[in-house]
């Protein structure tokens, strides 16, 4: 099991930006797609966002899309997750996770049942 670890979250005002970041403990991190999850309470977990080992591909909700970038540094095994022009509706907590496998489709980006190895999270409000 690949320990994932989520941060960079915190209190914003709408309009505002954070940069997540997620760290895996060991080197496995650099071969598989990662993406981020996000939850708010008393709602399923929903996709935001995954990229590919080599960054050739991308996936975005299109709640997030032009607002949210994903990307990687494969050597720090850490990836990000940058939100600009940030909205209530982005509060939740976030979550990365890592691909059960090397490759992922744009279908299964969007399916948690695709990643394991979740991190503990890391919350992100926005006031309005």
């Known amino acids: 099991q690949v320990q994932l670890v989520e941060s960079g979250g915190g209190l914003v005002q709408a309009g505002g930006s954070l940069r997540l970041s997620c760290t895996a403990a060991?080197?496995?991190?650099?071969?598989?797609?990662v993406g981020w999850f996000r939850q708010a309470p008393e709602k399923e977990r929903e996709f935001v966002a995954v990229l590919t080992y080599d960054g050739a591909n991308t996936y975005y909700a299109d709640s997030v899309k032009g607002r949210f970038t994903i990307s990687r540094d494969n050597a720090k095994n850490t990836m990000y997750l940058q939100m600009n022009r940030l909205k209530p509706e982005d509060t939740a907590v976030y979550y990365c996770?890592?691909?059960?496998?090397?490759?992922?489709?744009?279908?299964?980006?969007?399916?948690?049942?695709?990643?394991?190895?979740w991190g503990q999270g890391t919350q992100v409000t926005v006031s309005s």
């Open positions: 060991r080197g496995i991190f650099a071969s598989r797609p």
């Open positions: 996770a890592l691909s059960r496998t090397f490759t992922i489709s744009g279908a299964q980006a969007s399916q948690a049942s695709a990643y394991y190895s």
